[in-house]
């Protein structure tokens, strides 16, 4: 049986241009997944508000980070799947869960190909409904549709790999070794609290009260918080942190419902009050850099901390296609491809 890798990341509109942004960010947030209301409520929301004044903001924004070549996000992972393909033996397609690079495209070109078997690749570390969830339920109801032979297979979450552990912290360390930074901040991509809980198979769990995810249970598995966490938590321990010279903060939060805190934009603003000097951020909720890395954490992170007296603002990048990162999905398709077994 003829196997294939399909590597799935979010998406980005086809322009930096308000038309184009309000397409995109129709999909994007009419996804019962992302914002998880009732259809009507959701429309009216979407349709009726935010896609009457977000696009132009959102495009500009756009407008800052967008390179010559496109979007940064669909080049980098463009880059990204490149050379994975150049190391591995089976097929490597590319597709966005939002927008023109869609996943029945990635699907149609892998068997297209000949390819019965699919290693489905979300390209994000840990799990969340609004990425991880919405990609393979999306693949699956393709795959039902329109290619009832194919068979897909699902990388889960591998925040806690020993080996991505390995990568990613040796990318924070190469980033910051002529750096001289007083505190750390991992910021990773913010969801409304109430997807914590509908995320929890044991339904008792979560509580998102500072102790839970601390605590062993089977809901960690699809707890994005206690894995946005526990990847802090491991990338200090290998970097050998001292207490209180780094944190964790949740970005990117739309709407009036309560969402993980703390919030980014006010962490930064806090240490800065405090009269933090020079810092540092790195997003590992992210492989490759986006909007959410390029223009709100490295131009809107570093104008709230200028703002509040700070001094020097380091950005650390996604791994994007950095070779280690390369070698570490080639390894993992290489297992997968030999003896079914995922990251």
């Known amino acids: 049986m003829k196997k294939g890798i399909l590597l799935v990341n979010l998406g980005s509109p086809d322009s930096p241009t308000p038309k184009d942004v309000k397409k995109y960010l129709g999909e994007f947030l009419m996804d019962e997944r992302v914002i998880d209301i009732p259809l009507i409520a959701r429309a009216a929301l979407v349709k009726g508000i935010i896609l009457k004044t977000r696009p132009k903001q959102s495009a500009a924004a756009y407008k800052k980070i967008w390179w010559e070549d496109g979007s940064p996000l669909i080049v980098l992972s463009e880059r990204l799947q490149k050379k994975l393909q150049k190391q591995v033996n089976v097929p490597v397609a590319l597709a966005m869960r939002y927008g023109s690079l869609t996943i029945k495209k990635g699907l149609q070109e892998l068997v297209d190909k000949g390819v019965e078997e699919v290693l489905l690749f979300p390209l994000y570390p840990q799990f969340a409904m609004a990425t991880t969830e919405t990609i393979t339920v999306l693949a699956e109801e393709l795959r039902q549709e329109f290619f009832p032979n194919l068979k897909i297979e699902s990388v889960p979450a591998f ?63 699809f707890c994005y918080r206690h894995q946005c966490m526990e990847v802090t938590r491991l990338v200090a321990e290998k970097l050998e942190l001292p207490e209180g010279t780094y944190s964790t903060s949740f970005q990117s939060r739309l709407g009036f419902d309560p969402w993980l805190q703390p919030y980014t934009d006010r962490t930064i603003e806090r240490l800065g009050k405090k009269g ?9 909720a992210f492989v490759s850099d986006c909007l959410e890395t390029l223009e709100e954490i490295a131009m809107e992170g570093q104008e709230i901390f200028h703002e509040m007296g700070g001094k020097d603002f380091t950005t650390v990048p996604c791994l994007n296609d950095d070779d280690a990162w390369v070698n570490l999905l080639s390894k993992w398709v290489d297992r997968w491809e030999g003896s079914k077994t995922t990251a």
């Open 159 to 221: 925040y806690n790999k020993p080996d991505y552990i390995e990568v990613l912290s040796d990318s924070v360390k190469r980033h910051l070794e002529s750096v001289n930074y007083e505190h750390l901040l991992f910021s990773y991509h913010g969801v409304p609290e109430r997807h914590i809980r509908k995320s929890d198979i044991t339904k008792s769990h979560c509580k998102i009260d500072g102790s839970c995810c601390a605590t062993p249970s089977k809901a960690h598995e």
């Open 276 to 284: 933090l000097k020079s810092m540092a951020i790195v997003t590992p």
